[in-house]
């Protein structure tokens, strides 16, 4: 089966769901920013990259690309004195999650199965 403009369903039954995981979001820096975002609605720069515990560089990078593909807000202002910077899922970051998200479930129902079946 296939999707709009000839791509593979990654829905299809005789489709693997690894097909379908998304490179920008599976990465797992970039899975785990959005996760946050989506968990906090709106989250500070330093409580990223304190949980995922990053260097301030590597989670600008990370935030670029999320950025880029139109997955995540970026905000900058200022607390007081001190500048911030926040990070807000999109819209389509929010669904981008949720597919990643569903295609990761059919994976794990896979092996849960095969598992089952086999006795293991």
Excluded: C
């Excluded at 005789?14 to 609605?41: K, M, Y």
């Amino acid at each position: 089966m296939t999707a709009a403009g000839g791509a593979p369903d990654p829905y299809a039954p005789s489709a693997h769901p690894v097909n379908g995981l998304d490179d920008v979001v599976h990465q797992r820096v970039r899975l785990g920013i959005l996760t946050i975002a989506h968990e906090a609605r709106r989250v500070e720069f330093g409580y990223l990259r304190t949980q995922l515990e990053l260097t301030g560089g590597n989670l600008s990078k990370h935030l670029s690309v999320l950025e880029e593909a139109g997955l995540i807000e970026i905000e900058k202002g200022y607390e007081g004195r001190r500048g911030r910077t926040w990070i807000t899922l999109t819209a389509a970051g929010s669904t981008a999650l949720a597919e990643e998200i569903g295609r990761l479930k059919l994976l794990i129902a896979r092996v849960e199965t095969t598992d089952t079946a086999e006795g293991r």
